[in-house]
């Protein structure tokens, strides 16, 4: 398991054409947030033109318009530039087994590896904030009254918001004496059932 800290990591979120890359669905726009030591030290933003007109459903859904994507650069050198901010680093994603298909996807098809690891913010936060009343990112972020701009299914804004719930995650954590949470640990909680949480947690202060 990682032995990294929790919080340096590579929060992403990716808008796509649907849900499925195995069904020629493409991505459309990358955002992403990289945490050192818990803080922002640098973002990255890039619409990509996936080669085919996207729906008016997702249009309407995202805010993102085939004008927009018309004058975009391809996938390819999007995610190439991507695979660069990214580098070796742990990610991040709210509901991560979505954001993970489409990464591999668009990498693969650049023949790019990455040696980081996901963990999965919306399963940890079903473990650790389990009186949510769901694990939605927006309702996430009103139950929590994490600081938003009210902007949704926006790239960008969605990597900052799953940022900043893994750092309240990670310091709901250090007020239960667990002073380093690291990333193997969160990658551990998302696997754990709820009724294990108390004793995976005594064995993390130990």
């Known amino acids: 398991m990682p032995l990294t800290p929790a919080n340096t990591v590579v929060v992403l979120d990716f808008e796509t054409t649907g ?3 195995n069904m020629g669905d493409r991505a459309i726009e990358i955002g992403a947030v990289k945490l050192v030591d818990g803080e922002v030290v640098e973002t990255f933003q890039q619409l990509m033109n996936p080669g085919f007109r996207v729906s ?8 993102i318009t085939n004008n927009m994507l ?4 391809s996938c390819e050198e999007a995610m190439s530039a991507f695979a660069a901010f990214m580098g070796d680093s742990h990610l991040v994603a709210h509901n991560a ?3 993970k298909r489409f990464l591999d996807a668009e990498l693969e098809r650049l023949n790019v590896r990455y040696k980081g690891q996901f963990a999965c913010s919306m ?3 079903r473990r650790l904030i389990q009186d949510a009343p769901t694990h939605k990112l927006g309702d996430l972020v009103r139950y929590k009254q994490i600081d938003n701009d009210g902007i949704f ?5 969605d990597a900052e918001m799953t940022a900043r719930l893994w750092l309240l995650m990670i ?19 998302s696997k754990t059932s709820k009724s294990a949480m108390t004793q995976l947690l005594n064995k993390a202060r130990a």
């Open 70 to 73: 018309r004058t975009a650069p």
């Open 19 to 21: 849900l499925s890359p």
């Open 56 to 63: 008016s459903f997702i249009e309407g859904y995202t805010g």
């Open 123 to 125: 399963l940890i936060a």
């Open 171 to 189: 310091d709901e954590l250090k007020e239960k004496n667990i002073t380093e949470p690291n990333f193997g640990l969160m990658q551990t909680i």
């Open 153 to 157: 299914h926006r790239a960008l804004a």
């Open 97 to 99: 087994s979505f954001d």
